[in-house]
């Protein structure tokens, strides 16, 4: 059985960090690429970050890149987000997602497998 479970997220200050993890189960994890998406209330859900399946390739949105780091560890089956400088447009549910073509995509169709996300505030 496909699970994939996020966890780090909560309630924090403008300028703090938080590390996203997820954890995955039910398929060979070193063969997806894997990714992060986010939805804030009443909006589109967007990419964030991806990484291919060995961890040599990352991308990054343009609204985290420079503040966001993106890393997997194959063996442990997990992937990490983080994020520093958090500001208030950052609040949104985070999700993580596996990418079955291992290169790790911007497009959401491109994912087989989501978490339930986990929610992120940042407020002061």
């Known amino acids: 059985q496909v699970e994939l479970v996020e966890s780090g997220g909560g309630r924090v200050q403008p300028g703090d960090s938080l590390r996203l993890s997820c954890k995955a189960t039910?398929?060979?994890?070193?063969?997806?690429?894997m990714g992060w998406f986010r939805q804030a209330p009443g909006k589109e859900r967007e990419f964030v970050a991806a990484i291919n399946w060995s961890g040599a390739n990352t991308y990054y949105a343009t609204f985290v890149e420079g503040r966001s780091t993106i890393s997997r560890d194959n063996a442990k089956k997990t992937v990490n987000l983080q994020v520093n400088n958090l500001k208030p447009e950052d609040t949104a549910v985070y999700f993580c997602a596996a990418d079955g073509t291992g290169i790790g995509a911007e497009g959401a169709t491109w994912y087989n497998y989501w978490g339930p996300g986990t929610q992120v505030t940042v407020s002061s």
């Open positions: 039910g398929f060979i994890f070193s063969e997806y690429a």
